[in-house]
């Protein structure tokens, strides 16, 4: 790495080599009913979402509701996966109990 290049990120499998030990068994198995971390499970869905793999992200969008059934963040999340995967029914009921949950979150409103 150069001394000054401050985003050198190793490459193309970069984003397995940062995540841990945990992280890379979880995305190896997707075996996601045993996290219980928020951040870990986002990181996942994100995952999930840049590489297509929209019935997974949407398992991983459940399973934040099931944890956290009063986040809009949560049923957002359920939204765009659904809305990814075509369910468009069901994205929109997300979208809004999102935003009943949450009516001053800016970002939901304007999506």
């Not at 995305?27 to 996290?35: A, H, P, V, Y």
């Not at 049923?75 to 009943?100: D, H, M, P, Q, T």
């Amino acid at each position: 790495m150069n001394d000054y290049d401050f985003f050198d990120d190793g490459g193309e499998n970069a984003w397995h080599s940062g995540k841990s030990d945990m992280e890379k068994l979880i995305l190896e198995e997707r075996d996601i009913n045993t996290i219980y971390d928020s951040d870990v499970l986002e990181d996942i869905f994100h995952n999930f979402l840049d590489n297509a793999e929209f019935e997974d992200a949407l398992k991983v969008a459940e399973r934040l509701v099931q944890i956290f059934p009063y986040s809009g963040d949560s049923w957002f999340k359920r939204g765009i996966a659904l809305n990814s995967y075509g369910l468009y029914e069901g994205s929109v009921l997300s979208f809004e109990k999102a935003v009943a949950l949450n009516p001053s979150d800016t970002e939901t409103l304007l999506k």
